[in-house]
């Protein structure tokens, strides 16, 4: 079966600290993966994409996922998080770059000052 | 370039009424997609376009859902007649390749 979990419903990061959003995913060919950040009353934004080659991909905004096939997972990490990157973000698969994309469950990030 | 607009980007209406939402895509992307969000069912998948022709219609919306897209710029979602539980935020996507999709900002539709 096809899915994607992301275990942290909320993560809470102080500004300036790093930050890792976990992401596995359950697929058994070949993956394409997305992050997809949602601010307050806002439309969701791409964030960074992973088709194939380097498993480091660079994001908007300083984040970058890191693809790992063994682990199945694709996290998302940034160095020093800002008050603005308070968000949702959600981590999706399309299974063999098909439409129908299947959306991991969101993270709710909260930056403390 | 412009991105997905979406209009209005609030509605209120009354159980049995008809509401048309709107979206017009990024310009020259083939595939055109609706979504409805809500914190309990996440995403959901209405509808779904490729050069104008419908692909996906979403199944269980079928029956008061409709989306139409009359041209390459220019898609609607009409919910005939509204419920209180349509209650949600409606996103419009659009896309060049079908997997990496762009979104409007929504729009938030309450029935009361």
């Known amino acids: 079966a096809q899915s994607v979990t992301q275990p942290d419903a909320r993560v809470t990061v102080s500004e300036g600290a790093s930050l890792q959003l976990r992401c596995k995913y359950s697929?058994?060919?070949?993956?394409?993966l997305f992050w997809y950040v949602q601010y307050p009353r806002q439309g969701l934004q791409l964030l960074l994409k992973y088709y194939s080659g380097d498993p480091v991909v660079q994001g908007v905004n300083g984040f970058e996922a890191e693809f790992s096939k063994s682990n199945s997972s694709f996290h998302l990490r940034k160095a020093s998080v800002h008050w603005s990157d308070s968000a949702v973000y959600f981590c999706?698969?399309?299974?063999?770059?098909?439409?129908?994309?299947?959306w991991g469950s969101g993270t709710k990030l909260i930056i403390k000052p | 370039d412009a991105g997905v607009t979406q209009t209005p980007r609030h509605e209120v209406a009354e159980k049995g009424q008809t509401i048309i939402l709107k979206c017009e895509p990024v310009?020259?992307?083939?595939?055109l997609f609706w979504y409805r969000q809500t914190k309990i069912q996440g995403l959901e998948l209405l509808s779904y376009?490729?050069?104008?022709?419908?692909?996906?219609d979403g199944g269980a919306f079928k029956d008061r859902f409709k989306a139409e897209m009359l041209n390459s710029s220019f898609s609607t979602l009409k919910i005939q007649p509204t419920e209180p539980k349509d209650s949600a935020v409606y996103l419009c996507a659009s896309s060049p390749t079908g997997d990496e999709q762009y979104f409007g900002p929504g729009t938030r539709l309450t029935v009361l």
């Open positions: 376009f490729r050069s104008k022709s419908l692909m996906e």
């Open positions: 697929y058994s060919g070949t993956p394409y």
């Open positions: 999706v698969l399309s299974p063999d770059s098909n439409y129908q994309l299947i």
């Open positions: 310009s020259g992307h083939n595939d």
